[in-house]
């Protein structure tokens, strides 16, 4: 499950929205349609949608209507549309917000995060997750391999949530990078390697041969779950 269903036909766009959001720790999934956005939802899920109105095709507006006479996930709609019936439209339709576009970044991720506060219950908060013989408790930072407990350091455990929370993907260097350490970040890149190679002594059978984070070379790496 994404955090995050982006429907927007504008690639440019999405692609510069995805990036930030997922900078901001969300992950993303991307539709380019109202068709492509249903299909999705008809085999996955979202904690929330964010729905461009002016959609080749099924346009946002009867996506939101689609979406409401099955679940009750919430819609932030997006549009240059900023007009008084248009914003009525969405909201009686059942979106919880309206955004304008040209999109303010950080207005779009702050009414995200309020969102996601609202929806989030404190089990939800504190989850534990499974991923073959190791087990995270995201709250309390613990890991534990067949049971037995594993000292992570933060980055170390970082690393981890990130790769179980996207198995099987090939996740590029730079994005690894500033996910963990920041785009900002005044370390070397130098520093990722060092800390998969101490990270793989403490997950892997045999970290000089390791299973679960592959090496994609020129690339990144890619995690699976054993």
Not at 83 to 107: Q, S
Not at 117 to 126: D, G, L, T, V, Y
Not at 137 to 165: C, D, Q, S, T, W
Request: hydrophobic share 40%; net charge negative; with cysteine.
């Amino acid at each position: 499950m994404y955090d995050i269903l982006l429907v927007e036909d504008q690639e440019e766009l999405a692609g510069l929205i995805r990036l930030f959001l997922e900078q901001e720790g969300f992950r993303v999934f991307h539709a380019a349609s109202g068709e492509d956005a249903m299909e999705y939802l008809a085999n996955d899920t979202a904690k929330l949608v964010l729905l461009d109105i002016m959609l080749p095709g099924m346009d946002g507006f009867a996506v939101c209507r689609a979406i409401r006479e099955k679940w009750s996930i919430p819609v932030l709609i997006m549009s240059a549309r900023s007009d008084k019936e248009n914003k009525l439209n969405g909201y009686e339709l059942g979106a919880d917000d309206y955004v304008e576009k040209p999109v303010d970044m950080d207005i779009l991720s702050a009414k995200i995060k309020a969102h996601f506060q609202r929806i989030c219950s404190p089990a939800e908060k504190m989850p534990v997750i499974i991923s073959g013989s190791l087990t995270l408790e995201p709250e309390a930072h613990k890991v534990y391999k067949k049971g037995i407990p594993i000292e992570l350091n933060a980055k170390e455990y970082g690393l981890l949530l990130l790769f179980v929370e996207n198995p099987s993907k090939t996740l590029h260097k730079d994005y690894i990078f500033n996910h963990i350490w920041g785009i900002d970040s005044d370390s070397e890149n130098q520093t990722l390697t060092v800390h998969i190679k101490m990270l793989r002594s403490k997950i892997e059978e045999n970290p000089r041969k390791p299973e679960r984070i592959q090496t994609v070379w020129g690339i990144g790496y890619r995690y699976e779950e054993i």
